[in-house]
């Protein structure tokens, strides 16, 4: 079982693993940190590829999108990759406003997302 | 406070809260603000723009002016009217200069973890600018009724 203060439990999917976040927010200096911490504890294991559903959060700041920068960072430097799904449309603006979804390849759902990590590598 | 910014306004539309450097603290006056708006018809996106811009705001202050220093404090005043919200924030740090802030959208700072606060407030705020050479940013977002028209 998860530790009940993390923001986010893990799951394994065929391979990949799908961080889910289980809050509506992601708004409180604990809840950021413990989000970050998690998504980086991935990147200890050498090419894990990682889905991270943001499905059901409304809220977060730019706080949040610093953490998966440096998530995303760690994660390519030890040969995985960190993909997006289930983003709200509020969110997602951010997102584009800040060119992150340029960083980052996004899906509509996890399950896209995850089946995209199996799909031929594109020519 | 309102009556030492550069602009001059009735102070008594405003409301004035000095919240000690504590990002927990920050969600303290939300609740009040967004449901002021939220009485006045302020839409859905527009109540979103205004708490991530004040969150923002409050954030940058606390952590890049007041260094998270606990003895520091963070002016906050804000005034709700019918047409638009004004939201001040104002620190206790060094300043800064808002334009040598690195465009984080830039193809070598896409990887840079931090300076994107400052450009989600311009690009959900009506209107943002800075006096106290930065300790204080001041913001304006217009409600605008169905149709786009403030």
């Known amino acids: 079982m998860p530790d009940e203060k993390e923001i986010i439990q893990?799951?394994?999917?065929?391979?990949?693993?799908?961080?889910?976040?289980?809050?509506?927010?992601?708004?409180?200096?604990?809840?950021?940190?413990?989000f970050g911490r998690a998504l980086i504890a991935?990147?200890?294991?050498?090419?894990?590829?990682?889905?991270?559903?943001?499905l059901g959060v409304r809220q977060l700041t730019s706080l949040v999108l610093g953490k998966l920068i440096l998530a995303h960072k760690r994660l390519v430097e030890s040969g995985g990759e960190l993909r997006l799904a289930d983003i709200d449309p509020h969110i997602y603006e951010m997102f584009a406003i800040t060119h992150l979804d340029r960083l980052f390849r996004i899906f509509e759902r996890e399950d896209e997302a995850i089946a995209s990590y199996h799909a031929a590598p594109e020519a | 406070m309102p009556s030492s910014s550069p602009e001059t306004d009735?102070?008594?539309?405003?409301?004035?809260?000095?919240?000690?450097?504590?990002?927990?603290?920050?969600?303290?006056a939300e609740p009040e603000v967004l449901g002021r708006l939220r009485e006045l018809g302020y839409s859905e996106d527009q109540r979103?723009?205004?708490?991530?811009?004040?969150?923002?705001?409050?954030?940058?202050?606390?952590?890049?002016?007041?260094?998270?220093?606990?003895?520091?404090?963070?002016?906050l005043n804000y005034r709700i009217l019918p047409d638009r919200i004004e939201i001040r924030v104002r620190d206790e740090g060094p300043g800064f200069e808002p334009h040598?802030?690195?465009?984080?959208?830039?193809?070598?700072?896409?990887?840079?973890?931090?300076?994107?606060?400052?450009?989600?407030?311009?690009?959900?705020?009506?209107?943002?600018?800075?006096?106290?050479?930065?300790?204080?940013?001041?913001?304006?977002?217009?409600r605008k009724r169905e149709g786009g028209s403030a």
């Open chain 1, 10 to 34: 893990i799951f394994d999917r065929g391979g990949v693993k799908l961080a889910r976040v289980r809050s509506d927010s992601i708004l409180q200096e604990s809840e950021v940190e413990s």
């Open chain 1, 42 to 54: 991935l990147a200890e294991v050498p090419g894990t590829r990682v889905v991270l559903s943001f």
């Open chain 2, 10 to 28: 009735s102070r008594s539309d405003w409301t004035e809260k000095v919240l000690p450097t504590r990002l927990e603290l920050i969600r303290d």
């Open chain 2, 48 to 75: 979103f723009a205004v708490r991530l811009a004040f969150e923002e705001a409050m954030v940058n202050a606390m952590k890049h002016g007041n260094r998270m220093d606990p003895a520091l404090h963070v002016v």
């Open chain 2, 100 to 142: 040598l802030v690195p465009d984080p959208t830039c193809d070598e700072n896409l990887n840079r973890p931090c300076g994107r606060g400052i450009m989600l407030m311009r690009s959900y705020m009506d209107e943002i600018s800075y006096a106290y050479e930065g300790r204080e940013v001041c913001m304006v977002k217009y």
